[in-house]
């Protein structure tokens, strides 16, 4: 009877030793900004695992005529008709030191001689506490079409999982990426 009880003993310690250490205070977000930890191997592949990114829809997103509506095979059509992206299957970002990632959003009828791609994209991580991250400028692209796009860059700090949002005249668009 003893041998069974002293596992339990040594096994509620530590998980009471685990919780203490979890419920100590964060780190400050500016210590999180400036000194992101690099996960890897299979802490990044925990991440990856718990992370919702977010998936092709059951009934898949086609953008309105005349705009671009092709992709691989390994990339869908994610919005409205409103505001939509192409994301990757799945939708996992590689970021290496301090390249950013692009983005490419459209709108219906944005004209790019009349209107300012006056697009804004924040990055809000969701498995612990980091600041918002907010994307640059965007500028008028033409991707394959004579319709333009609004092209903004985004410089993710760390690994994990971050939910973008994008905006623009009212019109909002989020979803979820795992970052490695």
Not at 21 to 28: G, K
Not at 33 to 48: F, I, L, N, R, Y
Not at 84 to 99: A, N, R
């Given at each position: ?71 691989n095979p ?51 991580r969701l ?54």
């Open positions: 009877m003893r041998s069974r009880v002293f596992p339990k003993t040594i096994n509620a310690l530590f998980a009471l030793v685990c919780f203490v250490l979890l419920r100590s205070s964060p780190p400050t977000q500016s210590a999180l900004a400036s000194a992101p930890t690099p996960m890897q191997g299979h802490a990044q592949d925990e991440v990856a695992k718990a992370c919702p990114v977010t998936k092709p829809p059951a009934q898949p997103f086609i953008p309105p005529q005349p705009y671009w509506r092709d992709h390994d990339q869908f059509w994610y919005g409205t008709e409103s505001l939509w992206t192409l994301l990757g299957i799945p939708s996992t970002w590689h970021i290496k030191d301090s390249d950013g990632a692009k983005l490419t959003y459209w709108h219906r009828g944005f004209d790019w001689r009349k209107d300012k791609p006056e697009l804004a994209v924040v990055a809000k498995d612990r506490e980091a600041p918002i991250v907010a994307a640059g400028p965007a500028n008028a692209v033409f991707v394959t079409t004579d319709k333009p796009a609004m092209m903004t860059g985004i410089d993710i700090p760390s690994s994990g999982c971050w939910e973008i949002t994008a905006q623009y005249r009212g019109d909002s668009l989020s979803f979820v990426a795992s970052v490695q």
